[in-house]
């Protein structure tokens, strides 16, 4: 299905955050995500399926002021 | 001492870490400034740069305390969001709460700070609002359950320094007993002497020292400037009069004339 994954619209085969993470090769990574604007904490990735044009959001330590 | 929610730092330097020439200028910076606390961000991650994944490595490597930011955030929405996002991810719950009110100055919303403050305060946060001087804004903060308050010197990357010395005295003077902290728009080491002159607890700051030159030696000048001008602080500067005074003694002067 397709997804906006950062902004860009992206196929994805996972049927769950953490599965999409795992597609991404971000499965193991230091990343938080949301969905839709919302926060899903790392616990509930497994739990938290995906569907048609949804917004995930991957971010992860950056430089800041 | 300077106490941030029951942590007391040795420095009164906070550092970014934005916007340096490389990595290992980073990290020499951050050491010369001997800072033990630096901000840092979440930004999107790629599984093709991985770039936030390489940056986490070093900055756990210095061993420092992390203060993550909310910058770039509009809105209530959005701010307490990445503040969620960060604890999870830096493992803290130490947030410097920025809500952005205008594009070409940065400076914050007040109206979304203090909603913002309110409800992360509410979820057991402990928050550093990114504020201005203003005192009925800084009476909210605290309302909220802010323990620090870091306004501004000037818009963030400007280098103007102070911009309103008196707006800053009549925080310290309100707040005696409220951690403060000049985050924003200081360029040189004396306008960070100033404002430790004026009582503040510590300087947080960010492009002044990346950008500089030579990013390394201009953390160490910033270091001993913010420690100078604390000495001076606590040493009690003289009053200030308008007529000279002379210093040497008159009495016992030869008459040569």
């Known amino acids: 299905m ?55 959001e991957i971010v992860a330590p950056m430089q800041g002021g | 001492m300077t106490m941030f929610y029951g942590v007391e730092p040795k420095s009164r330097f906070l550092l970014g870490t934005a916007q340096y020439p490389s990595p290992a200028i980073l990290s020499d910076a951050v050491r010369a400034s001997q800072a033990e606390i630096v901000t ?59 809500v952005i009110g205008e594009a070409d100055t940065l400076q914050p919303d007040v109206f979304g700070l203090v909603e913002a403050a309110r409800i992360l305060c509410g979820e057991g946060f402990e928050v550093f609002p990114y504020c201005t001087e203003d005192l009925g804004v ?18 963030i ?40 002159e004026l009582g503040y607890d510590a300087i947080l700051l960010n492009t002044a020292v990346a950008k500089a030159g030579d990013p390394v030696a201009m953390a160490l000048a910033f270091a001993k400037a913010i420690e100078a001008g604390r000495l001076a602080f606590e040493a009690g500067p003289m009053e200030t009069r308008d007529m000279a005074a002379p210093s040497t003694p008159v009495l016992g002067q030869a008459v040569l004339a």
């Open chain 2, 138 to 155: 800084a009476e909210r903060l605290v309302e909220a359950g802010c323990r620090v308050l870091m306004p501004w010197g000037a818009p």
């Open chain 2, 40 to 98: 840092v961000s979440l930004r999107r991650e790629s599984a093709a740069g991985r770039a936030g994944q390489a940056f986490w490595t070093l900055i756990r490597d210095l061993g420092l305390r992390v203060l993550p930011n909310t910058a770039g955030c509009h809105s209530v929405k959005e701010a307490v969001t990445t503040a969620h996002m960060a604890r999870e991810v830096f493992d803290t719950p130490w947030i410097k709460l920025e």
């Open chain 2, 157 to 196: 990357g400007s280098g103007l320094g102070l911009n309103n010395p008196f707006g800053l005295r009549t925080l310290r003077a309100h707040f005696p007993d409220i951690p403060l902290v000049v985050d924003a728009g200081l360029g040189l080491p004396s306008q960070a002497a100033a404002a430790m």
């Open chain 1, 2 to 56: 397709q997804i906006m994954l950062n902004g860009e619209a992206t196929d994805l085969a996972a049927d769950t955050l953490e599965q999409a993470l795992q597609e991404l090769d971000l499965g193991k990574a230091v990343v938080a995500t949301a969905l839709n604007g919302d926060f899903v904490p790392a616990r509930l990735r497994s739990v938290t399926a995906l569907r048609q044009g949804d917004r995930i």
